[in-house]
């Protein structure tokens, strides 16, 4: 069994399903068992509409540092591409959450999913004017952390006058990336400081032959070293049986079918779980005999440069209970070591 020092794991709590000071109260659970981070989904929409939930992330990250010590908090991901966030207002949120919480707030970006973004457009982008749009928004973020006088700034998507943002972060924020396919990655690289990546979609070969060399290319080609970026792999797998797997997963397999990430109705997501084939099912996740194979798993995706693993828990203290027992003995974290 190989164990690591330097890889560290995370929690995904989601969006959906509780209320949201449910979630707070996991984000404390976690903080208090030892983990690095706590990362929230940023939806209007949830996913499914059996979730009934989709609480406004800001307000919860915002509650949830305050009521923690260690652990980092942020959103996995959010959207500056002038759809439900102008770039200028995700700034000055993150802004404020650091200056407040230093160095413990944490932003991922991304492109988007049409149930959150279209109902605030005239029409859904597709994805390179929507990666276009999400680089110049981060640009004009980095340009408002980090200038200490007025400025224009004249881009093909946003235009502003003579702005400047008042209360900067304290610590210098870091911009993750949502990187699932190899064009998303490459351009993590070129224009983020780290990489998120599914391992849904991108299982350990395919993030050692793809995933990871088109972010390593990106970075290279920024005049940046890999070598000192970060990349996190949010890792789906199971300890069930098939059999139990393909019945309990089968609500959420609208996540994974073709154009789920084009569709702007939750209602619509959740029966399009039905059109996933069980192949398809099985292919989305890693299936582990015993929590030592999990151990392994999370070692081998180590081994290929992945510096975080991320955990999905939904807000359920149990599994962040068993998560905290039986994995972060293995590896260190910033918040216990």
Partial sequence: MHTSSSLRLSLDLGENEKDPGEFRDCVALADSLGFDTAWLGDHFMPWFHSSNRSAYVWSLIGASLERTNKIRVGPYVTTPIGARYHPAIVAQACGTLDNMYPGRFRVGVGTGEAMNETHFLTSWPNWQERM????EGVTLMRKLWSTNSYFDFNGKYFKMKQIYLYTKPKTELKVYFSGVGAKSAFYAGRSGDGLITLSANNSYERCKNMIFPNFERGAREAGKNPDTMEKIVSLSFTL?????FLKSARQSAGII???SWNEPDPR?????????TEDELLRST????NWTDLIDLISKFREIGTTEVSLYSGPDQETIRMYAKKLLPHFETKNNS
């Fill in 268 to 276: 619509r997501l959740e029966s399009m779980g039905e059109t996933v």
């Fill in 257 to 259: 079918a073709k154009g």
């Fill in 132 to 135: 276009d749009r999400l680089v």
């Fill in 286 to 289: 890693y299936f582990c005999a």
């Fill in 240 to 244: 069930e049986d098939k059999n139990s």
